[in-house]
């Protein structure tokens, strides 16, 4: 009896024991016990892989927003870059056409007359470029283009083309005047617009840019604003000269005129992609031949429009021949160089040079008949540009060397 009491006393004992330290196995219940064993095993490891991945995904997320702030930084970086050729191009087109030659003077027209200029030629300019670069039309296509472009502002807009009294024509009004057209003056200006309005502001500017030579700079909505300018600037100033000079070409005349600047556009988008030169087995000259040739054609340009009209016994259509000539020697020069071998970006800086400096020159000459703040002007906007064509030769040469 008392043996079996005492069994019972050990064995609550042994009860009471067990529930006052639960952490001990039961070996009554094994499953649970088994539960808890596993559950003690696995709840640090997996606690310490939640944590884990918790970190990675605000890391990834981190990472994210940063990847996302520095692609919008660039895309911001891009925009001002591309920004800066396209306000390049709006001021050297009119600099070279208008300023350079000496035909924006010092006098109570000069800020309305440089507005006016920056706005048509530069609009003008970008819509060229921006066509032929979007379309791949090279070279080629940006001087027909710029030849479209100098119809339609001396043809359409100022309609001097025409007009035998046109403010500055003078006695080259009469010269060459053939059904209603003047021929040499048209002979003159439209190489003058496709020269040296279009083409050379958009070569000094890709060449500042080099990389974004063939790249569009603006979108759709950039290129829709800027030809919208354009359109609205030949509008005023088709009002404007109306009304000045008190002189309308012809309906035929318009009618002739706008279907050669839609012959000369279709002309650019269909027939000039397709003329694909062969390049040639001969080495190109070198770059200060191909600027000597340019200078040289830019002499002879300026000289026939200086002196042929006033020389005795010149007939006019010998000095449109003359014209026709120079510019049919200097496309196909020029083009043939360009398929050689050797020819490079040097080789257009040289072209450019040439031009320019036969420009400067030229200009001393008509500045001379302004004022002394003329002169001044056009000293300081040739030191400019030669240190601007030196920059641009410094780094070409030094990116051939490495």
């Not at 884990?52 to 990472?63: A, F, G, S």
């Not at 617009?193 to 759709?220: A, D």
């Not at 040079?353 to 036969?358: M, N, Q, R, T, V």
């Not at 001379?368 to 000293?379: E, F, I, Q």
Request: hydrophobic share 55%.
């Amino acid at each position: 009896m008392q043996a079996h009491v005492g069994e019972e006393r050990s064995n609550g004992k042994e009860s009471c024991h067990c529930k006052n330290h639960p952490s001990l196995p039961s070996w009554n219940h094994p499953l649970k016990s088994l539960d808890r064993v596993m559950l003690s095993l696995f709840e640090q490891p997996i606690l310490g892989l939640e944590r884990n991945v918790v970190t990675r995904l605000k890391w990834r997320i981190l990472m994210e927003k940063m990847l996302d702030a520095q692609e919008q930084l660039v895309r911001e970086k891009t925009k001002i870059y591309h920004f800066a050729p396209v306000l390049v191009l709006i001021v050297l087109a009119p600099t070279l056409a208008e300023v350079l030659l000496g035909n924006v003077l010092f006098n109570g027209t000069f800020v309305w007359q440089l507005v006016i200029d920056t706005v048509l030629y530069g609009s003008g300019a970008i819509l060229v470029r921006e066509v032929a670069r979007r379309r791949h039309l090279g070279w080629l296509g940006i001087v027909v283009l710029a030849l479209a472009y100098g119809v339609v502002e001396e043809g359409l807009v100022l309609q001097s083309l025409f007009n035998p009294h046109f403010p500055g024509l003078e006695s080259m009004g009469s010269y060459g005047r053939l059904f209603g057209v003047n021929w040499f003056w048209a002979s003159y200006v439209l190489g003058l617009h496709t020269v040296w309005s279009i083409t050379l502001p958009i070569l000094l500017t890709e060449l500042l840019f080099p990389r974004l030579q063939s790249r569009p700079w603006l979108g759709s909505a950039g290129l829709g604003i800027d030809a919208t300018v354009y359109v609205l600037i030949c509008l005023l100033l088709w009002q404007t000269f109306r009304s000045y000079s008190h002189f309308s070409a012809s309906p035929i005349e318009l009618i002739c005129t706008a279907l050669l600047v839609v012959a000369l556009v279709s002309l650019v988008l269909f027939v000039v992609p397709r003329l694909v030169a062969a390049p040639g087995g001969r080495k190109a000259p070198v770059p200060w031949l191909a600027g000597l040739m340019a200078f040289v054609a830019a002499m002879l340009f300026s000289g026939l429009f200086l002196f042929l009209p006033t020389l005795p016994g010149i007939p006019s259509l010998l000095s449109i021949l003359l014209y026709v000539a120079l510019y049919v020697a200097v496309v196909t020069l020029v083009r043939r160089w360009s398929t050689q071998r050797l020819w490079s970006t040097r080789h257009l800086l040289a072209l450019a040079s040439g031009a320019l400096i036969e420009t400067m020159l030229f200009g001393f000459l008509l500045v001379s008949r302004g004022s002394l703040a003329d002169l001044m002007l056009h000293l300081v906007l040739c030191v400019v540009l030669l240190l601007g064509l030196w920059w641009i030769a410094r780094r070409l040469r030094a990116t051939q060397i490495s």
